[in-house]
């Protein structure tokens, strides 16, 4: 490891010599430099520790690795509990007061996919380019990379007139519910900000102004019970299975070409009795038997709140129209994420953002389509702030067993965040 970071001081300290940045600015891209040992013993630390969204016990003792380094950069410390029914961490919130330019609200997740009865998958350096480990991606390395920003801004005296809330979610891969209370925090400091940054996983040259959001939906069919050989018969009917197929293949052909719009099945179940609970089926049934019932659960991912009640409208009227003989159904719709819709305030994030890279020397960056992002912790803000995400590691393999971060960009996108979050605290207006 000390081989790559070394390399990543090199190639750090010949491109930054050229650029277009003020003497404060390269202070800062200094500090990031000769943290980064620190900085990538933190991210092995905060790796090898599990946290699954289920792991009370490790996200939070993963949110404590980070306390001391808030703690002595002037930051308030907390853990915003939730209550014992919800089953969740809660989320570690770390707060700095100052008196200067726009009040940031910076999100990343402390929770990964991998629970404690998976495979483990510890820190290791792959490469000169390449590290893996257990959520390195999704979203460990986004939040050491907010760690790494924020320290570096205070070595350079960057820091000490900032406004800056720091909001790390314990329960972003399986969002606690309902969510009206597990994220009534973070929308009321929302309130109370400018602007939010979100560090999910990213790119250099890519940032995300806009992502959909997801919603989870249950059908149930009902038919007659009945003689599998009077199948399709005035008496019969067609049973439940026929018209859920009809059903959700009339979404298919009917939604599909609506842009931005997915829905997914992931979940389908028939027989003559279905014993429905929250998040699984049983069935039972017989192949010489018209089934008396069927289960389909999925989820419909949409851009915006108008798109989302169309959505919705759609294909209740599939459902309950045209039915074949013999059947009925009904739908039922979960709110999940809402979406964070596009907006003319987060493009002017977006031109700042462009113009660290260009000053940076990092060339130019893109709107990510919406379509390439699922739903997010920033989605719940985004009506009340000025949203930008995308901004943290890039890498590959998200919730996969060998996700991976790139190391040699992970330095430059620390450097670019910081000095983004420090132009963003000089200024009043955008």
Request: charged share 25%.
């Given at each position: 490891?000390?081989?790559?970071?070394?390399?990543?001081?090199?190639?750090?300290?010949?491109?930054?010599?050229?650029?277009?940045?003020?003497?404060?600015?390269?202070?800062i891209?200094?500090?990031?430099?000769?943290?980064?040992p620190?900085?990538?013993?933190?991210?092995?630390?905060?790796?090898?520790?599990?946290?699954?969204?289920?792991?009370?016990?490790?996200?939070?003792?993963?949110?404590?690795?980070?306390r001391?380094?808030?703690?002595k950069m002037?930051?308030?410390?907390?853990?915003?509990?939730?209550?014992?029914?919800?089953?969740?961490?809660?989320?570690?919130?770390?707060?700095?007061?100052?008196?200067?330019?726009?009040?940031?609200?910076?999100?990343a997740?402390?929770?990964?996919?991998?629970?404690?009865?998976?495979?483990?998958?510890?820190?290791?350096?792959?490469?000169?380019?390449?590290?893996?480990?257990?959520g390195?991606?999704?979203?460990?390395?986004?939040?050491?990379?907010?760690?790494?920003?924020?320290?570096?801004?205070?070595?350079a005296?960057?820091?000490?007139?900032?406004n800056?809330?720091?909001?790390?979610?314990?329960?972003?891969?399986?969002?606690?519910?309902?969510?009206?209370?597990?994220?009534?925090?973070?929308?009321?400091?929302?309130?109370q900000?400018?602007?939010?940054l979100?560090?999910?996983?990213?790119?250099?040259?890519?940032?995300?102004?806009?992502?959909?959001?997801?919603?989870?939906?249950?059908?149930?069919?009902y038919g007659?019970?009945?003689h599998?050989?009077?199948?399709?018969?005035?008496?019969?009917?067609?049973?439940?299975?026929?018209?859920?197929?009809?059903?959700?293949?009339?979404?298919?052909?009917?939604?599909?070409?609506?842009p931005y719009?997915?829905?997914?099945?992931?979940?389908?179940?028939?027989?003559?009795?279905?014993?429905?609970?929250?998040?699984?089926?049983?069935?039972?049934?017989?192949?010489?038997?018209?089934?008396?019932?069927?289960?389909?659960?999925?989820?419909?991912?949409?851009?915006?709140?108008?798109?989302?009640?169309?959505?919705?409208?759609?294909?209740?009227?599939i459902?309950?129209?045209?039915n074949?003989?013999?059947?009925?159904?009904?739908?039922?719709?979960?709110?999940?994420i809402?979406?964070?819709?596009?907006?003319e305030?987060?493009?002017?994030?977006?031109?700042?953002?462009?113009?660290?890279?260009?000053?940076?020397?990092?060339?130019?960056?893109?709107?990510?389509?919406?379509?390439e992002?699922?739903?997010?912790?920033?989605?719940?803000?985004?009506?009340y702030i000025?949203?930008?995400?995308?901004?943290?590691p890039?890498?590959?393999?998200?919730?996969?067993?060998?996700?991976?971060?790139?190391?040699?960009?992970?330095?430059?996108l620390?450097?670019?965040?910081?000095?983004?979050?420090?132009?963003?605290?000089?200024k009043?207006?955008?």
């Open positions: 490891m000390k081989k790559i970071v070394f390399l990543v001081f090199i190639s750090i300290g010949l491109n930054a010599s050229a650029q277009k940045l003020s003497s404060t600015e390269k202070k891209i200094d500090a990031v430099n000769k943290q980064l620190q900085t990538f013993k933190t991210l092995e630390e905060i790796v090898n520790i599990n946290s699954g969204t289920m792991n009370i016990k490790g996200v939070r003792a993963s949110g404590e690795v980070l001391a380094s808030f703690e002037g930051f308030t410390v907390e853990w915003m509990k939730m209550p014992d029914s919800i089953k969740t961490a809660g989320h570690f919130v770390a707060v700095k007061k100052g008196g200067k330019g726009k009040k940031i609200l910076m999100l997740h402390l929770d990964t996919v991998f629970e404690p009865d998976m495979p483990s998958n510890p820190f290791k350096i792959l490469n000169d380019s390449t590290a893996t480990g257990q390195i991606l999704d979203d460990k390395g986004g939040v050491v990379l907010v760690v790494a920003a924020l320290e570096a801004l205070n070595k005296g960057a820091l000490k007139d900032a800056i809330t720091v909001y790390f979610t314990g329960d972003e891969e399986v969002g606690g519910i309902p969510s009206v209370i597990t994220r009534a925090d973070v929308i009321e400091k929302a309130k900000h400018d602007v939010a979100s560090f999910e996983g990213g790119q250099i040259n890519k940032v995300t102004t806009s992502r959909r959001g997801a919603d989870n939906w249950r059908l149930f069919v007659k019970q009945a599998s050989s009077g199948i399709f018969s005035e008496k019969a009917g067609y049973g439940a299975i026929y018209e859920a197929v009809r059903i959700i293949d009339s979404f298919r052909t009917g939604l599909s070409a609506l719009l997915t829905f997914n099945p992931g979940l389908f179940a028939g027989g003559t009795t279905v014993i429905d609970s929250v998040d699984n089926v049983k069935v039972y049934g017989k192949d010489n038997i018209i089934a008396s019932k069927t289960t389909v659960m999925g989820d419909v991912r949409f851009l915006g709140e108008k798109q989302r009640a169309e959505v919705r409208t759609l294909m209740k009227n459902v309950i129209n045209n074949l003989n013999g059947t009925n159904a009904e739908i039922f719709f979960n709110d999940g809402p979406s964070m819709e596009p907006k305030g987060n493009k002017k994030l977006f031109l700042e953002i462009n113009k660290v890279n260009a000053d940076m020397g990092l060339g130019e960056v893109l709107e990510n389509d919406p379509m992002r699922g739903a997010g912790d920033i989605s719940f803000i985004a009506d000025l949203s930008i995400d995308g901004l943290g890039s890498g590959a393999g998200s919730h996969a067993p060998g996700e991976t971060i790139n190391t040699k960009q992970y330095p430059l620390i450097q670019r965040a910081a000095i983004f979050i420090f132009r963003l605290s000089q009043k207006d955008l």
